[in-house]
Each structure stands twice: as C-alpha cells, then as structure tokens.
C-alpha cells in the first residue's frame, strides 16, 4: 500500500467534524457546481459527484433537493474557493480549502486561528508545492467483474497512482486533472461511484511528540471549527493510538 492509502486511513481515524457542518458543506459544494453547470445533474457532471457525496454522506434527499432549488435562484450568493496556506507550531505544512462568499470575513478568521495557535499566516505558494494534488473515486467493490490488478492496468491510461480496497469500496487515487475522464470512464462501464473529491496529500510528513501534536491540533480544531472552511490538510505524521 502507498501513500493514498496510509494518508486516507489517518484521515480516516481523524474526525474533526460533526454531521451538521458535513452537510453545510456539501450544501456549498452543491451552490458551486449548480451556479457553474446547471441544476440537471444528468447534464452537469460536478454536480453528480456532489449527490453522489451527499448520499455517501447520508444527507436525506430532500435537504439534497432543497440545496439544488435554493441555488437555482439567482439571489443565492455564490461561493468562491479560495486555499489559505500557512505553518503550524514546530513547522507542520498547513493548506486550508475555503469557500466564501465574502473573502475579507474568511481572510481575517483564517489569519485570527493561525495567529491565536501560535501559527504562521503564509504567502500564496509557500507551502502548497509540499502537497501533490489528487483526486479520488470509491466505486461499488461487488460490481467489479475483474480482479483489482486486472482494473489497475484498465486505468494505466489515466496515470492512476492507487487502487486499493478497504471496508467501505475500491478506492482509486489519481492526479487532480485526470477526475472527468475517469468519472467518464466508470460511468461508461456502469461501475457504482459511492464517492469523489479531491485531496491534497503531503509530500512527506514530520513526526511529532504527543505534546507538540497536541500544539498542532489545537490549530486544525479552529480552522475545522471556520464556517467557511471546507477542508484543512497538514504536513503532520499521524499517531494512530
């Protein structure tokens, strides 16, 4: 097994955030993908993936369907991504993924929770280059009419890095700008996606003691704890105890 997939079981076994702030999330995604493609998700494929998460993430249907009709209308605020970069205490990597509709609120409490956790606000670019950029399936393991060896070599083509299968599917890791062909590619095969989306993976990690995991976590539950936040990645080796 590779990096993928040490890096999503130490996702995994840390959880910083409750259902209610997934589904805001997943409600911003889905503002996103309708004010960019439409809200037909036969014809808007971002959008597709977004259900698709949604339902792995167990949002009933009806908060799916009224987060579909509510960015239809023209007066919802769109959102903007917007990545945030910066150090942790004892020079842990941090990139913090955003999605704001009014970028000064989200700068000045991005900057605050560094700031008040002993972190360091950076610059655009000043840590980005330490996390490769990749996307990520989890497809439907009982439909696959081939062994996980035969599947890798079909996706040869798509510069695959992974493919693994844990509890919960066959997971296929690639890099960031492979994501429409291979979502076109399983859905022209008729294979299940549970589940899709992006991370940005460290390059290499630093290992820490238990007190100066504990400094650094205290800056991950703040940035987690953001509104605007969608998703904070980090340089720091994971302690599975």
Same mark, same amino acid.
């Given at each position: +097994?590779?990096?993928?997939?040490?890096?999503?079981?130490?996702?995994?076994?840390?959880?910083?955030?409750?259902?209610?702030?997934?589904?805001? %999330? !997943?409600?911003?995604?889905?503002? +996103?993908?309708?004010?960019?493609?439409?809200?037909?998700? #036969?014809?808007?494929?971002?959008?597709?993936?977004?259900?698709?998460?949604?339902?792995?993430?167990? +949002?009933?249907?009806?908060? !799916?369907? %009224?987060? !579909?009709?509510k960015a239809s209308d023209k007066n919802t605020a769109n959102y903007k991504e917007v990545l945030f970069e910066g150090y942790a205490p004892h020079g842990i990597a941090i990139l913090v993924e955003t999605a704001t509709d009014n970028n000064n609120r989200t700068v000045a409490n991005v900057r605050a929770a560094f700031n008040k956790c002993d972190g360091?606000?950076?610059?655009?670019?000043?840590?980005?280059? +330490?996390?490769?950029?990749?996307?990520?399936?989890?497809?439907?393991?009982?439909?696959?009419?081939?062994?996980?060896?035969?599947?890798? $070599?079909? $996706?040869?083509?798509?510069?695959?890095?992974?493919?693994? /299968?844990? #509890?919960?599917?066959?997971?296929? *890791?690639?890099?960031?700008? @492979?994501?429409?062909?291979? @979502?076109? *590619?399983?859905?022209?095969?008729?294979?299940?996606?549970?589940?899709?989306?992006?991370?940005? !993976?460290? =390059?290499?990690?630093?290992? $820490? =003691?238990?007190?100066?995991?504990?400094?650094?976590?205290?800056? $991950? #539950?703040?940035?987690?704890? /953001?509104?605007?936040?969608?998703?904070? *990645?980090?340089?720091?080796?994971?302690?599975?105890?």
């Amino acid at each position: +097994m590779g990096r993928a997939f040490e890096f999503r079981k130490a996702r995994k076994m840390k959880r910083w955030s409750a259902m209610a702030k997934t589904f805001t %999330r !997943i409600g911003k995604d889905i503002v +996103m993908a309708v004010k960019e493609g439409g809200p037909n998700p #036969e014809t808007n494929s971002r959008l597709r993936a977004v259900i698709q998460n949604a339902k792995a993430a167990n +949002m009933p249907k009806d908060n !799916i369907e %009224r987060a !579909i009709k509510k960015a239809s209308d023209k007066n919802t605020a769109n959102y903007k991504e917007v990545l945030f970069e910066g150090y942790a205490p004892h020079g842990i990597a941090i990139l913090v993924e955003t999605a704001t509709d009014n970028n000064n609120r989200t700068v000045a409490n991005v900057r605050a929770a560094f700031n008040k956790c002993d972190g360091t606000f950076g610059t655009s670019g000043s840590v980005v280059f +330490m996390f490769d950029h990749t996307c990520n399936f989890r497809i439907n393991a009982e439909e696959m009419k081939m062994d996980l060896e035969e599947f890798e $070599l079909e $996706l040869i083509d798509f510069d695959v890095e992974e493919v693994f /299968e844990d #509890e919960d599917g066959i997971l296929i *890791y690639a890099p960031f700008e @492979q994501f429409g062909a291979i @979502q076109k *590619y399983l859905e022209e095969n008729e294979l299940e996606i549970l589940s899709s989306g992006f991370e940005r !993976i460290p =390059t290499s990690t630093k290992k $820490l =003691t238990k007190e100066e995991q504990e400094d650094v976590e205290k800056l $991950l #539950e703040r940035l987690e704890e /953001e509104d605007d936040v969608q998703n904070v *990645y980090h340089s720091m080796e994971l302690n599975e105890s």
